[in-house]
């Protein structure tokens, strides 16, 4: 796949933000953001579940390096997970990064994008509080389709795993949505008869019509 911080300008993002302290293991949330990418194929007719796989790649270098999946969900910030679908080109990559208190909407908010009143779950503010970490998952531009429903499954994955919730501004999918709990993503992500916007009904009608493509070869 392309290097995980190519393409960065030209990009959107998932967000995730957990209710927990502790973060899932690695093998976790591959395999029910495997899981996640079959339902949502088998929901548009398509008889396939491709594997996907996971490297961890260090900034600035050529090659990834080894990783257990058995470990937690967590690296350094000069590292990125970089998840593929096999016999499909390109990929999306995670990122784990420390909220900066600085940058908080309002008081208390502890670094989060969204206030109570937006979404109002004591366990993710006190998570965010505790340690800050949190997640985003990147798809840059001119990825497959298949990609382009990848890196929300992943989202939701790790979302579900955490009790936590996925959140975007950078024009992922319709604003309005967000802040998400898993349950709620997998019903309208990339869903053409649930966007909000004719812009989003006619970007996941074709990145339907390219998944059946990719996959029915």
Same mark, same amino acid.
């Given at each position: 796949?392309?290097?995980?911080?190519?393409?960065?300008?030209m990009?959107t993002?998932?967000?995730?933000?957990p !209710? @927990?302290?502790?973060?899932?293991t /690695?093998?976790?949330?591959l395999?029910? $953001?495997?899981v996640? =990418?079959?339902?949502?194929?088998?929901?548009?007719?398509?008889?396939?579940?491709?594997?996907?796989?996971v490297?961890l790649?260090?900034r600035?270098?050529?090659?990834p390096?080894?990783?257990?999946?058995?470990?937690?969900f967590?690296?350094?910030?000069?590292?990125?997970?970089?998840?593929?679908?096999?016999?499909?080109?390109?990929?999306?990559? !995670? @990122?784990?990064?420390?909220?900066? /208190?600085?940058?908080?909407?309002?008081? $208390?908010?502890h670094? =989060?994008?969204?206030?109570?009143?937006?979404?109002?779950?004591?366990?993710?503010?006190?998570?965010?509080?505790?340690?800050g970490?949190?997640?985003y998952?990147?798809?840059?531009?001119?990825?497959?389709?298949?990609?382009?429903?990848?890196?929300?499954?992943?989202?939701?994955?790790?979302?579900?795993?955490?009790?936590?919730?996925v959140?975007?501004?950078?024009?992922?999918?319709?604003?309005?949505?967000?802040?998400?709990?898993?349950?709620?993503f997998?019903?309208?992500?990339?869903?053409?008869?649930?966007?909000?916007?004719?812009?989003f009904?006619?970007?996941?009608s074709q990145i339907?019509?390219?998944?059946?493509?990719e996959?029915?070869?």
């Amino acid at each position: 796949m392309p290097h995980p911080w190519q393409g960065e300008v030209m990009a959107t993002t998932f967000d995730v933000y957990p !209710a @927990h302290v502790e973060p899932p293991t /690695t093998r976790e949330v591959l395999t029910l $953001g495997a899981v996640k =990418l079959w339902r949502y194929l088998a929901s548009i007719d398509l008889d396939a579940a491709p594997r996907v796989r996971v490297e961890l790649w260090p900034r600035g270098r050529d090659a990834p390096q080894p990783l257990v999946l058995d470990a937690p969900f967590a690296w350094p910030v000069d590292h990125a997970m970089c998840f593929t679908v096999e016999g499909i080109e390109g990929g999306t990559s !995670a @990122h784990c990064k420390v909220l900066e /208190t600085e940058w908080e909407v309002e008081p $208390g908010t502890h670094g =989060l994008p969204f206030n109570r009143t937006q979404f109002n779950d004591p366990a993710v503010f006190e998570a965010a509080r505790l340690s800050g970490r949190w997640w985003y998952f990147r798809r840059s531009a001119g990825q497959p389709a298949v990609v382009n429903v990848l890196y929300g499954c992943l989202a939701s994955a790790l979302a579900e795993l955490t009790d936590g919730v996925v959140y975007s501004e950078d024009h992922a999918w319709d604003y309005e949505r967000f802040p998400a709990r898993s349950a709620d993503f997998d019903t309208w992500f990339m869903r053409p008869e649930y966007a909000m916007s004719e812009e989003f009904r006619t970007w996941a009608s074709q990145i339907q019509a390219g998944v059946i493509r990719e996959l029915r070869r």
